[in-house]
């Protein structure tokens, strides 16, 4: 989009951010009111479809300002990595709000109410969402005589819980959880120490090889498999003890990792050096033809479910 378009008191729009350059360009000198709604995304996501349409209905309807009062931008999270760990945006779409440089809120996922909710509850309404395609916000009105039921039926008395305590023989409300403040830095770099030698080749991802939450996971997976390696790996989003731990351990600050018997490669850009370098860098950990197979590249891809670790 030209600047010559963005004019005073004509709709807002999503402005494409495809370098570095490009985005201090457009952050550096916002004044320190102004709302900045960065929008992360890949094109090989689907949600990331459903978002781009939300967001540019959204942006259209807030009027451009001067000064501004909210900008909207777009960005490839594959494209732009530096901008994307700077954010740590670990899915797409992923949405920040920033003002003043400091990160007012994030919304992971496809949900335009909950987008909506966010952007709306930094800049105020527009005042023309509806129109804009969005649904509006619903509102329930209860009338003032008539008594709220907890889980009671059309004719029945409503429940009366204010003096109601639970006892004993009452089921939990919800599952206990461990206290991760009990492990202490030994124990987990012991557990660590164990998790990196889990498999010949560990992938410490975000996701899962067959459903990956980020696209530097996913290049790695295809690496991976088109190499023919067999690998274990270990989803890091499920477990931010090791997620958090796993980066003082490697004293590597991004994900996804590569560890080769116990040690650390690093991640998708280094292993693809370390390939490019040497095509053989791999081949010690392919899987291997069966005998009599006339299939010259055997695929690779996570191992046995056996000796996967999940927890």
């Excluded at 963005?6 to 916002?30: Q, Y």
């Excluded at 959204?58 to 954010?87: G, H, K, M, R």
């Excluded at 005589?145 to 009671?152: F, R």
């Excluded at 991640?267 to 950990?285: C, H, S, T």
Aim: aromatic share 6%; net charge negative; proline share 9%.
């Amino acid at each position: 989009m030209s600047e010559k378009e963005n004019t005073a008191g004509s709709p807002s729009k999503v402005t494409e951010i495809t370098t570095d350059v490009d985005f201090e360009h457009h952050t550096s000198h916002l004044p320190s009111s102004t709302l900045l709604v960065l929008y992360f995304h890949t094109p090989w996501a689907a949600p990331c479809t459903q978002m781009s349409t939300v967001l540019s209905a959204l942006a259209s309807s807030y009027p451009v300002t001067t000064p501004p009062a909210i900008t909207f931008l777009s960005l490839n999270a594959e494209d732009l990595p530096d901008i994307s760990e700077a954010y740590d945006v670990s899915a797409v779409p992923f949405l920040v709000l920033v003002r003043d440089g400091k990160v007012l809120q994030t919304v992971s996922g496809s949900d335009a109410a909950k987008v909506r909710d966010a952007v709306e509850k930094h800049a105020g309404k527009s005042g023309n969402t509806g129109a804009a395609g969005l649904p509006p916000a619903q509102v329930v009105n209860v009338p003032k005589d008539e008594p709220i039921s907890n889980g009671a039926s059309s004719g029945d008395k409503p429940k009366d819980l204010s003096g109601y305590a639970p006892t004993s023989k009452d089921p939990a409300t919800a599952p206990e959880m461990s206290d991760p403040t009990n492990t202490s830095k030994e124990e987990l770099h012991k557990r660590l120490s164990e998790l990196v030698k889990a498999a010949p080749v560990m992938l410490f991802m975000k996701g899962s090889p067959s459903a990956p939450q980020c696209g530097f996971s996913r290049q790695t997976v295809s690496l991976l498999r088109d190499h023919g390696v067999r690998y274990g790996f270990f989803n890091i989003l499920a477990d931010d003890e090791v997620r958090q731990g796993l980066k003082e351990f490697a004293d590597w600050p991004t994900f996804p990792q590569v560890w080769i018997d116990g040690e650390l490669v690093g991640g998708l850009d280094i292993l693809r050096e370390e390939v490019g370098n040497d095509p053989e860098f791999l081949k010690k950990y392919a899987v291997k033809p069966k005998e009599g197979s006339a299939a010259p590249d055997a695929k690779g891809g996570p191992t046995a479910p056996e000796a996967q670790v999940t927890a």
